[in-house]
């Protein structure tokens, strides 16, 4: 089970070595700190850089490296380990890990909005979900948010997945629509389109829907919440300070950025990076525009009670044990 969220961009500046990348430390007013690795998932791209602006800025108070595990690494293998202490990924995934048995809780939230979109050809008929019945949609893979986000807007649609022919294409979703290889893919509003637009290939891009599901948070484990919380806290309050510092100057964020993603100095792949920005701040906020990182358990027993109606989970998963605001 992956996270694919921020695997989807791979926009000109994400077309690089795949290998886990790591951060210096960020200087501590704790000496005695424990080190706290986060855990950003495959390879460096601007959707994480509230967590490059944070540690530029000094805005963690605890000594932080930043890691990518590169494309071969499960979601949460090294946090289980104990090679990551923390972790950004699905509500929704969490959910299933939990149910696997994985100590997770989600001590904040990245994305507040769920980010999946339907993108379809510009000349396409399709224009609502229904719209998708008898057509052939490419997905990433039956797991992660664009598999779960996918699953809920058929069913909120009154459909499923036995009224589309879904193709298992992987990351390919930008070559599939353009040689007609599907009539839909599944992807995410903050690549997929820019990814097209970027190419000069007209599409256009189809709202899912209010689904019951919880985005990208930032995650630990119990343990190490109980053990450390004042590093918990620190994280967890440096990572919204870094959302905050993203949304109000996004330049600084780009200019933060260029010390972790290649490329960043190259005209071409800034424009890239800087339209994939601008679509990645809105997801930041709240919807009076506020960045607070806070979680919302109502939201949460919600998606956990979709997601056992979907067959994603087999039981419920209750929020007074997957999510806490207690860290911020």
Request: aromatic fraction near 6%; charged fraction near 15%.
């Given at each position: 089970m992956?996270?694919?969220?921020?695997?989807?961009a791979?926009?000109?500046?994400m077309?690089?070595?795949?290998?886990?990348?790591?951060?210096?430390?960020?200087p501590?007013?704790?000496?005695?700190?424990?080190?706290?690795?986060?855990?950003l998932?495959?390879?460096?791209?601007?959707?994480?850089?509230?967590f490059?602006?944070a540690?530029?800025?000094?805005?963690y108070?605890?000594p932080v490296?930043?890691r990518?595990?590169?494309?071969?690494?499960?979601?949460?293998?090294?946090?289980?380990?104990?090679?990551?202490?923390?972790?950004?990924a699905?509500?929704?995934?969490?959910l299933?890990?939990?149910e696997?048995?994985?100590?997770?809780?989600?001590?904040?939230?990245?994305?507040?909005k769920?980010?999946?979109?339907i993108?379809?050809?510009g000349?396409?008929?399709?224009?609502?979900?229904?719209?998708?019945?008898g057509?052939?949609?490419g997905?990433?893979?039956?797991?992660?948010?664009?598999?779960?986000g996918?699953?809920?807007a058929?069913?909120?649609?009154?459909?499923?997945?036995?009224?589309v022919?879904?193709?298992?294409?992987?990351?390919?979703?930008?070559?599939a629509l353009?040689?007609?290889?599907?009539?839909?893919?599944?992807?995410?509003?903050?690549?997929?389109?820019?990814?097209?637009?970027?190419?000069?290939?007209?599409?256009?891009?189809?709202?899912?829907?209010?689904?019951?599901?919880?985005?990208?948070c930032?995650?630990?484990?119990?343990?190490?919440?109980?053990?450390?919380?004042?590093?918990?806290k620190?994280?967890?309050k440096?990572?919204?300070a870094?959302?905050?510092?993203?949304?109000a100057?996004q330049?600084?964020?780009?200019?933060?950025?260029?010390?972790?993603v290649?490329?960043?100095t190259?005209?071409?792949t800034?424009?890239?990076?800087?339209?994939?920005?601008a679509?990645t701040?809105?997801?930041?906020?709240?919807?009076?525009?506020?960045?607070?990182g806070?979680l919302?358990?109502?939201?949460?027993?919600a998606?956990?009670?979709?997601m056992?109606?979907?067959?994603?989970?087999?039981?419920?998963?209750p929020?007074s044990?997957?999510?806490?605001?207690?860290?911020?």
């Open positions: 992956r996270t694919r969220l921020f695997a989807a791979v926009i000109l500046l077309l690089v070595g795949c290998s886990p990348v790591a951060s210096p430390a960020t501590s007013s704790s000496a005695s700190a424990p080190p706290a690795v986060i855990g998932t495959y390879i460096p791209n601007v959707q994480f850089s509230p490059y602006l540690v530029a800025q000094k805005l108070s605890t490296t930043l990518h595990h590169g494309t071969s690494e499960g979601l949460f293998t090294a946090i289980t380990t104990g090679t990551e202490q923390f972790v950004v699905g509500g929704d995934e969490v299933q890990a939990r696997q048995g994985t100590d997770l809780v989600a001590v904040a939230s990245y994305y507040r769920y980010p999946v979109r993108i379809v050809p000349d396409s008929t399709i224009s609502s979900i229904a719209d998708l019945k057509h052939t949609v997905i990433p893979g039956k797991y992660g948010e664009t598999w779960f996918f699953l809920l058929l069913k909120g649609a009154g459909l499923t997945v036995n009224d022919n879904v193709q298992e294409i992987g990351y390919t979703q930008q070559a353009a040689t007609k290889k599907v009539d839909a893919i599944v992807g995410f509003v903050n690549s997929e389109p820019i990814q097209l637009q970027a190419a000069g290939i007209p599409a256009k891009v189809i709202d899912i829907g209010d689904v019951p599901l919880v985005s990208i930032l995650v630990t484990t119990h343990a190490y919440a109980t053990a450390h919380p004042d590093v918990v620190a994280v967890a440096g990572t919204v870094g959302m905050q510092g993203v949304v100057n330049d600084a964020a780009l200019q933060a950025s260029k010390a972790y290649p490329g960043l190259d005209p071409a800034a424009k890239g990076a800087k339209a994939v920005l679509a701040a809105p997801l930041f906020q709240n919807a009076d525009g506020t960045v607070t806070t919302d358990a109502s939201a949460w027993d998606m956990s009670t979709a056992v109606a979907a067959g994603l989970l087999k039981a419920p998963q929020s044990t997957a999510m806490t605001n207690a860290y911020l």
